[in-house]
């Protein structure tokens, strides 16, 4: 679901954009510059709040910005990690860590609402678009 | 006694002091009483209050409550059915009809009767003795009496110089009492120590500021014209100006009850018991102080009393099990310096020789009693008990020793350190329960018990008077490293460190960045991502050694990669709560606000919708800020001169202070200024956790220094410093480490400890847990920053200096810079958008966060708000 993406050189006139897909439309969201490696942002996207990453190897990913388990929209804010070789998440709120390419949750599997504990995760991609296109 | 008759039968219980309790405990867990015993337990106690810890005493003055110190728990006496009797002592016994006549008239049978009064304190009947202004050390309220006659008097007196006594005088001393001891025989703990150990203590003590009159009796105490104590008059002429005189000069058995109703009595007091701890009537035993046991000894220590107890309650319930003897070893720290003695200290076994070490200019003297046939017999140590805790069991063992003896008296910094001495299974470690290292181990590889508080839970060790935790951690680490148990020291899976040994590599190399760090140094080679634990340790390293690293590494924490290794409160220089929100804390040095800054706070508070509390730290917390909203609400804080209180950070939180000298009528120093200096000094310093600190102005102590990591006392003569405290889950009162110090000592010291404890301390490993894992403890850390045993001292006072100067506020830099700026806010591709999420709900006149429910509905109560009441918009450009 997600795209790794390395290269991020800009070509003449035109910048890397960060794009995801939500509802079979893909939006365009930031610039892939305005991500931090290691670090997190939040979109609204269709009305939804997405949260986006880059990794250190320069990977991107996108997972919906809810925490299950404090219900409050922060996942966004966590940082990047690795456990046991999977790249991870890990919510700000309760530290729980979550599968970035699956959006499991790998520490408990249910929420405290009785509902699978679990970050919806969307496909995201990166595109060369004009200068200006991203806002 | 071996056959349960159908009813009940009945067991008075005469005091409810330490051995009371344990007898008790002891008799509940042999099934005497509770749900399966057959008896019926009364209990009647002359205190107002159930037993409590006695030995820690002292500690009330140093705030430890009453609570605290009390060993009863009402679930205990429920489950057993044991009826407590407070204020309700016996007054007299029956033997023939077996009953107890109470104060209160009340008569209560028994089939059993155990006497645990216990003793009075000895008060010499001198002229005077009587005289408003003197006291005994007995009771809490004997304290409780002390501490409101010391708030009015300038000298105090002590009589008698032991153990109790030096107690006594390290609690006046510690209220500002000029202080004086006066003991009768020609040194001080005549019990415990010998000459040469008593000269060093008295020197030690001296130089605490407590003068010492030895070979001196009290001849009469003087009074003035009202009747209160003025002075006294010693034997060898001299005369002591006192306002206030504690008598502890030994304590005698509570033996009434047992002589007026026909009990055989020693001669010199103590009620007659046998080695069952049974009186002359088979129906009535007599345990703890008021006993005279088997060997001829009435013991005033509470390890006998415990085991006269167990000895008791298995006899009743049982019938096996005897009291011959005890062990009599002492081991305590008076007004900071360690005195221990045991087993035959004064050499008093025939043909037995003594090994000694005495260094009176670092006030140390060793001295060790060696049997004919080479075993530890006893020994005196002051100023260093390090060893005592393998020594004493080596001396109750009695087997011969294993390593000449000499090098168990040398400092280890003297010729070569003393191996490991492997200590014999039949050797006792916890002299309080009687609990063999055999027993440790067992429990450790026979019954799984993983770590201390496993073993202390399982066999009961280190729970009385604590003095062996330090060798049971030994013994439990020995036994599971035997069991092949590995206990990996790596900070996670990405690196084999701990944080020290990162922080070295960090400063040693100069390494700059996470990425360089985890590709040179991590387990899993280039290009791993760490994880949670990994990245924030980094993060405080690299900002705890950027001054020291130069420009190389930025010491902002948002600049370039370190912005992806800080938790989301330092990302967001904010504290995240619950629903997503932030909350804001100023900082208010010291507590100490104008006027003008509480309007200031109290406007950007109301203009902003926040909900502001008090927090336990005298400042003011503001909540419910979006992630928008920060860098406004922070411009005008920093407009009106505040700057940021680190809440979020692993770094100083806040110097708490009383008023002090300024305006309190009791205060001796100006306690704000100090704790205003100092916090501005450690502010944003990064560290393994949080920092709190704490001045009090004099030893009433309202800034409750002594729960702080560094905590601050003023005395008369300067400042005290404390170290190693904390509030929190686990709390602790700090260790002294340095009296009546001056600022420019007082600050050099906390400087070298803070560095010292950022280099070597472990992840999210607070002060006080660090001095308890460090080899040699207190004495250790005393050496490192006082007298820079390691030859650090420089450098930790070079980095901490360049910390000083390079501080900058955090704020007021993100504020400066629109690269910083740029992530504040909840939407990258809808900037000046809130998060529509965050809900809140009117409560008590202010906001708090509505239920993360009402969020997933779609049409959210008309009760809730996207933000306070009334909401200032603004932007910043």
Not at chain 2, 305 to 333: C, H, N, P, R
Not at chain 2, 538 to 560: E, M, T
Not at chain 2, 605 to 633: E, N
């Amino acid at each position: 679901m997600t795209t790794a993406v390395m290269n991020t050189k800009d070509t003449a006139g035109e910048t890397t954009v960060v794009e995801v897909s939500v509802g079979e439309r893909w939006f365009t969201v930031c610039a892939y510059d305005a991500l931090v490696p290691g670090r997190g942002v939040a979109a609204l996207v269709d009305g939804r709040q997405i949260a986006l990453y880059r990794d250190r190897t320069g990977a991107v990913h996108a997972v919906g910005n809810r925490d299950p388990f404090s219900g409050a929209h922060v996942i966004s804010r966590g940082l990047l990690g690795s456990r046991d070789g999977v790249p991870v998440v890990l919510s700000p709120m309760y530290k729980q860590a979550f599968d970035l390419r699956t959006g499991a949750c790998l520490d408990e599997e249910e929420a405290p609402d009785g509902t699978p504990a679990a970050l919806p995760v969307w496909p995201v991609r990166t595109t060369n678009a004009p200068v200006g296109s991203a806002s | 006694m071996t056959e349960t008759p159908k009813t009940p039968r009945n067991l008075v219980l005469v005091g409810h002091g330490m051995v009371g309790q344990r007898f008790l405990e002891a008799f509940a867990e042999r099934g005497g009483c509770g749900p399966a015993g057959d008896w019926h337990v009364t209990v009647l106690a002359e205190e107002p209050r159930p037993a409590y810890d006695r030995v820690h005493l002292t500690s009330w003055f140093s705030g430890t409550t009453a609570d605290e110190l009390s060993m009863w728990d009402d679930e205990f006496g429920v489950q057993h059915g044991i009826d407590l009797r407070l204020g309700d002592p016996a007054e007299k016994i029956d033997r023939a009809a077996r009953t107890v006549t109470a104060r209160s008239g009340q008569v209560f049978p028994y089939d059993a009767l155990v006497l645990a009064t216990g003793s009075y304190p000895f008060v010499p009947p001198v002229p005077g003795h009587d005289a408003a202004g003197c006291f005994v050390y007995r009771t809490i309220e004997d304290l409780e009496a002390i501490r409101a006659a010391a708030d009015n008097a300038r000298i105090g007196a002590v009589v008698g110089g032991g153990l109790l006594g030096l107690e006594a005088a390290g609690a006046l001393r510690a209220m500002g009492l000029d202080t004086h001891v006066v003991e009768f025989a020609p040194r001080l703990m005549a019990l415990q120590v010998d000459e040469g150990g008593g000269a060093v203590l008295r020197d030690k003590i001296q130089e605490l500021g407590v003068t010492v009159h030895t070979g001196a009796g009290t001849q009469t105490v003087e009074t003035d014209a009202d009747g209160a104590v003025r002075g006294m008059v010693l034997s060898n002429g001299a005369t002591v100006d006192a306002d206030l005189v504690v008598f502890s000069a030994g304590v005698r058995p509570r033996d009434q009850l047992a002589r007026e109703c026909g009990l055989p009595v020693g001669e010199r007091g103590g009620i007659v018991v046998d080695a069952s701890c049974r009186t002359e009537d088979p129906a009535v035993w007599a345990i703890g102080e008021c006993a005279l046991a088997c060997d001829g000894r009435v013991y005033g220590l509470v390890a006998p009393g415990y085991a006269m107890a167990e000895t008791a309650a298995t006899q009743i319930t049982v019938a096996e099990g005897e009291f011959t003897g005890a062990d009599l070893s002492t081991k305590l720290k008076l007004l900071g310096v360690d005195v221990a003695s045991f087993g035959d200290a004064q050499g008093t076994t025939e043909g037995s020789l003594e090994v000694l070490y005495a260094n009176s200019r670092e006030g140390v003297y060793k001295k060790l009693v060696i049997g004919t046939d080479g075993a530890l017999l006893g020994g005196v140590l002051v100023g260093d008990t390090d060893s005592y805790d393998l020594l004493r069991p080596l001396a109750l063992n009695g087997a011969p020793l294993t390593a000449p003896p000499e090098q168990l008296v040398l400092p280890s910094s003297i010729g070569a350190a003393p191996g490991p001495i492997a200590l014999p299974d039949e050797a006792v470690v916890c002299s309080c329960h009687n609990v063999t290292k055999g027993a440790i181990r067992s429990a450790v590889a026979d019954q799984g018990c993983a770590d201390v508080p496993a073993v202390k839970k399982c066999t009961r060790a280190g729970t009385g008077c604590g003095s062996c935790v330090k060798l049971l951690g030994t013994l439990v680490g020995e036994e599971l490293a035997a069991q092949g148990v590995e206990v990996s020291r790596g900070l996670c899976e990405h690196f084999t460190h701990t944080r020290a040994e990162i922080y070295e590599i960090v400063r040693v190399k100069g390494i700059t960045t996470f990425a360089q760090l985890i590709d040179e140094h991590g387990r899993s080679g280039t290009g791993a991502e760490g994880c949670e634990v990994c990245k924030p340790v980094v993060g405080s390293v690299l900002a705890s050694l950027s001054p020291a690293l130069g420009d190389a590494v930025s010491g902002h924490i948002l600049d370039g990669e370190q912005a992806a290794l800080q938790d989301t409160n330092d990302h967001f220089l904010a504290n995240l709560q619950r629903n997503g929100s932030y909350s804001v804390v100023p900082r208010i040095p010291g507590g100490e606000v104008t006027p003008d800054g509480l309007i200031t706070i109290g406007e950007i508070a109301r203009d902003f919708g926040l909900y502001t509390k008090i927090t336990g730290g005298q400042r003011i917390d503001m909540f419910g800020a979006s992630v928008d909203q920060l860098p406004a609400i922070w411009k005008r804080l920093v407009d009106a001169g505040f700057e940021s209180g680190h809440a979020y950070g692993k770094s100083l939180r806040t110097v708490k202070s009383c008023v002090g000298q300024t305006w309190c009528r009791y205060g001796v120093q100006d306690s704000v200024a100090l704790a205003i200096e100092l916090e501005l000094r450690y502010r944003g310093l990064r560290a393994p956790h949080k920092l709190k600190s704490a001045v009090s102005g004099c030893a009433r102590e309202c800034a409750e220094a002594q729960s702080k990591d560094f905590g601050i006392i003023a005395t008369s003569a300067g400042w005290n410093l404390y170290v190693g405290g904390n509030g929190g889950m686990t709390p602790r009162h700090a260790d002294l480490l340095l009296v009546d110090a001056d600022r420019d000592a007082l600050l050099r010291t906390i400087d070298r400890f803070l560095m010292f404890y950022v280099r070597t301390a472990d992840r999210l490993e607070r002060t006080a847990p660090w001095i308890e894992r460090m080899e040699g403890g207190l004495d250790h850390l005393r050496a490192v920053i006082v007298d820079d045993s390691l030859g650090i001292c420089d450098e930790l006072d070079e980095l901490m200096s360049r910390h000083v100067d390079s501080y900058e506020d955090e704020w007021r830099a993100t504020l400066e810079d629109p690269d910083r700026l740029s992530r504040f806010v909840s939407f990258v591709n809808a900037p000046g958008t809130p998060d529509p999420t965050i809900r809140f709900v009117p409560e008590r006149e202010q906001i708090r966060p509505a239920d993360p429910e009402a969020h997933d509905t779609s049409d959210a109560s008309a009760q809730t708000f996207v933000a306070g009441p009334s909401l200032e918009v603004r932007t910043l450009v």
